[in-house]
């Protein structure tokens, strides 16, 4: 057997699964792109050996390298099932079954490139472009757009400036389509490859120096003292003991050596067992003048309804502004399907049987004079759809609790969003979690201040302004459809008039 007969065997699917396995490990926190650059060409040369199978086995092609792919990436979520005995039967649904339901649309994605596409002149182009709509159309279907193959460029921020214009999707297309490139070097033609090289590398170098030159540009800086608090506390010991968490808090928040009109950022989660009366107790006299407190907590209209909710005290512990988070982590804290499943007696992920209800709107809130755009936990991967009111805002705040990822790769694959969000949005991003990384980011995505995972510990930041808003600001993800529509619009135009096909 010979290496190509090898590859039209059924050991390919092995390979296959193989190549999403190594795939994985271009994400953060090991960032490892260059595997890109050699996993995608090496995908595009199998499924060229196997260009007479039919769609079928293209769909189990999709299935299998995204499985691997998912199943080695996503496996974490199965750390926040750890804390509690009465959820572990979901353990398996999240190893095997999230990533399983999430290969299913590149299956579907790559039955319909063998489908309607041919492995002509076009091959590499098309190729991109139904993975790039895959993993849109993926995200809004599951409200999961985690680990895009986009995020393994999250250390390059020269290279990923270009955000700022096109936003995550689009970026994920051009990348795609560039990791694919190098496939085009192994031709018959030396003189072709050649010249497919030199393409490469001054296209990558336009766009470095884009970014690099962007990074240049003085940011404007808002002389507003922001304290950003890591408190490193384990999850069962913040429900079992929360007085004795606010008070840590406090302590390491340290306010009476802070500015009257400073804000105090504490994570998504310390507020969730206090009474408001308690709470003003153990606030009182510890906080001055103008100061903030900002939390995460559990909160309950009087519909008996709870919610996750972003909320603002004055130094005085009273309730001064809130925002009810209305994109919900589904079985972390809301069970689909609620009612059908109710006889289950199945428990979300956060402590306790009663789902989450969705906020309304996300508003901007007026805080010391700066508009804050608020966000908790792993609303920040949203991107396009951030600042759904289309008002003008300051700077964003993202609460978050990652003592759910349980001191794994999913801690640094949430921080990355954050980066992405910010120069998309070109707005800085503060950071709190409980354990983790904890930062302040600029509108270019670099991190001034940034906590070590895991640790107590605190720190103080004023904030970069960008004094103009950014393409994919005003045009979101319609950037991305565009580029996608001139992917197409291209083909047309070079079949029409050059006859390629």
């Known amino acids: 057997m010979n290496f190509e007969q090898f590859l039209k065997s059924k050991f390919n699917i092995i ?58 990436s996503l496996y974490w979520i199965s750390y926040s099932l750890n804390f509690d005995p009465e959820v572990l039967v979901l353990k398996p649904f999240a190893i095997i079954g999230l990533p399983f339901v999430l290969s299913l649309f590149y299956g579907f994605g790559f039955y319909i490139f063998r489908r309607f596409f041919k492995f002509g002149f076009f091959f590499i182009l098309n190729f991109a472009i139904i993975l790039a709509l895959t993993e849109y159309i993926r995200s809004y279907v599951t409200g999961f757009s985690w680990n895009l193959f986009v995020y393994a460029l999250s250390d390059e921020i020269q290279s990923i400036q270009i955000l700022n214009v096109f936003g995550t999707f689009g970026l994920n297309f051009i990348t795609i389509f ?25 296209i990558i170098g336009i766009n470095y120096m884009y970014g690099a030159g962007r990074l240049q540009i003085q940011l404007e800086t808002k002389n507003q003292e922001v304290v950003v608090v890591q408190p490193n506390e384990g999850l069962i010991e913040i429900s079992s003991y929360p007085d004795d968490y606010l008070k840590n808090l406090i302590k390491i928040s340290r306010p009476n050596e802070k500015k009257n009109n400073s804000i105090f950022l504490w994570p998504e989660g310390s507020y969730s067992f206090v009474s408001k009366n308690n709470f003003k107790n153990i606030v009182k006299d510890k906080f001055k003048g103008n100061q903030k407190i900002i939390l995460g907590g559990n909160t309950k209209d ?44 199945l428990k979300k992920v956060t402590f306790g049987y ?29 991107t396009g759809n951030l600042n759904i009111n289309k008002n003008n805002y300051d700077v964003i705040f993202n609460l978050s609790e990652d003592a759910w990822f349980n001191r794994s790769i ?78 197409f619009l291209i083909q047309l135009f070079l079949k029409k008039y050059f006859k390629l096909i």
């Open 410 to 487: 999913g801690t640094y694959q949430h921080y990355s969003h954050s980066i992405f969000r910010a120069i998309e949005e070109g707005k800085h991003i503060f950071r709190s979690t409980n354990q983790g990384l904890s930062a302040s980011i600029n509108p270019y995505g670099v991190s001034s201040n940034i906590t070590s995972p895991y640790k107590q510990s605190s720190f103080i930041s004023t904030y970069k302004i960008l004094n103009k808003k950014t393409p994919f600001q005003v045009m979101g993800n319609l950037m991305f459809l565009f580029l996608i529509l001139l992917g």
């Open 354 to 382: 009663q789902s989450f209800s969705k906020g309304k709107n996300r508003n901007q809130i007026n805080i010391n004079g700066n508009l804050i755009l608020p966000l908790i936990c792993y609303e920040v991967i949203d």
């Open 15 to 72: 390979i296959i699964f193989s190549l999403g396995v190594l795939l994985s490990f271009s994400l953060p926190p090991y960032n490892n792109v260059s595997f890109c650059f050699i996993i995608f060409p090496a995908l595009l040369y199998l499924l060229k050996t196997n260009e007479l199978n039919g769609p079928k086995v293209f769909f189990i092609y999709g299935l299998s390298f995204a499985f691997g792919y998912f199943s080695f």
């Open 302 to 345: 009087e519909q008996g309804k709870i919610y996750n909710t972003f909320i603002v005290f004055n130094a005085s512990g009273e309730v001064v502004n809130e925002y009810r988070k209305i994109h919900l982590v589904p079985f972390g804290e809301f069970i689909p399907f609620e009612n059908l499943i109710a006889k289950l007696n």
């Open 178 to 202: 560039f990791f694919c490139f190098p496939y085009l070097f192994f031709c018959e033609n030396k003189r072709k490859s050649i010249n497919r090289m030199l393409i490469f590398i001054l």
